[in-house]
């Protein structure tokens, strides 16, 4: 008789955007560090949206697929960090493969680092969660007051730009894009610059513009971040629209649409680095500033600057996780669904 998949999850949102996290009874991601485990996940001839089929990955579709998961959901499977440096390593997966970098996942694996003891934090004061994440070393400070988690500040690798007023042709018409790299390939542009706005409405034209954009920039220098060795490539597009600055500084609502038609919930914590990368630019952002970044689901992540020099730009983006369950999902062997499907 055949014995059942058993895989233990547990849940987080953070900001709206879901994070549901495996960290044992895994197969194994052979490697040295989180990079080389990324690209044996992968497999030779696959693409990061575009997996060869293998056993950890059937794992991801089991998670992400219904009738367990549903095409918005994500999360990570936690493995050995590159060196003692670090607490842990994660490997970001989505609906459609894996990502280099993942500011929301931090956020919420900092929150349950704390919460399971990995990490030792007082009941009031801050604790620092390093993890190592496929485009380097990220850390999320955990805020505690009370023995509760308030908020999570999550700093990720310098944020790089690469290209401005990049011309792009839409079926919308033409428009101007930006591109920065802040562990990922982001592609940012005006709502408005396309008749739009950000807003639950405006989905699915979005959506299907940031399909046509990220296949218009395929191969386009700009996605080749310079100082990374990973494959190059646009990961998400920004859509934003700037709201009345408040007395800290600038004030923005964007939607990200990521991999293949996957839009986040929340703010985006990689994206919002990448917003504070254009914003330093731009000199719309300074020392002491903080960017208010709203979703298109209304909830907020606040960004700062850290620093900028000719490695890139510094920045922290701080927004609150919440554990939403844990979970013991099962896969029958005679279930004719398999690994579930996506609509």
Known sequence: MKAPVVVRAVDFHTAGEPFRIVADGLPPAPGDTVAERWATVIGAGGAPNAPRPGPLDDVRR????EPRGHAGMYGGFIVPPDDD?????????????????CGHGTIALGAWAVATGRVPTP????AEVRIDVPSGRVTARVHRAGARTTAVTFRGVPARVTARKLPVTTSRGAAEVSVAHAGACYVSLAAAELDLDVSRTSLP???DLAREIREELTGHRATVDPASPLPAGVYGVIFHEALADTSAGPNQRSVTVFADG????????SGTAARLALLAEDGAIGPGDELRHESVTGTVFTGRVLSRSARGTVTEVTGATHRTGEHTFV???YDELATGFLL
């Open 62 to 65: 089991l998670l992400v697929q």
């Open 85 to 101: 440096g670090a607490h842990f390593g994660v490997l970001f997966w989505h609906k459609d493969g894996y990502s280099t970098a």
């Open 123 to 126: 009941d009031d004061g801050t």
């Open 205 to 207: 034209q979005l959506t």
């Open 262 to 269: 996957q839009i986040d919930r929340s703010p985006c914590g």
């Open 331 to 333: 896969l029958d062997p």
